[in-house]
């Protein structure tokens, strides 16, 4: 299985991006999609991750109510609609998948190439 994130770019402060992740498989039922992210200088560090289903997700403190983590099981494709975006939130952002819903990256046994999203002040 090949992971695939796309939608990264520059934008402004309070701006808006929407990232996806297209698998290169139909994923096995059950499996759970996650985002996580590096930003310059610092560790990896979960964002949001979703189930199967999409009856259930988790996200991080620090982008709760901004981001949304959505998929399409149809298209193999999950997706983080980012609203209202802070400078701290430049990273190079990664999709990963895992048997269950976890926050955790040594839960994740796929990952996808990162995707830059730099936000300027």
């Known amino acids: 299985v090949q992971l695939q994130a796309s939608g990264g770019g520059l934008v402004q402060a309070g701006g808006s991006l929407t990232l996806s992740c297209a698998a290169s498989v139909r994923l096995a039922s059950g499996r759970a999609m996650g985002w996580f992210r590096q930003g310059p200088g610092k560790e990896r560090e979960f964002v949001a991750a979703?189930?199967?289903?999409?009856?259930?997700?988790y996200y991080a403190d620090s982008i709760k109510g901004r981001f949304t983590i959505s998929r399409d099981n149809t298209k193999n494709t999950v997706y983080l609609q980012m609203n209202s975006l802070k400078p701290e939130d430049t990273a190079v952002y990664y999709c990963a998948s895992s048997w269950a819903l976890a926050q955790s990256a040594t839960s994740m046994d796929y990952w996808g190439k990162g995707t830059l999203v730099t936000v300027s002040s």
């Open positions: 979703i189930s199967w289903s999409g009856d259930s997700t």
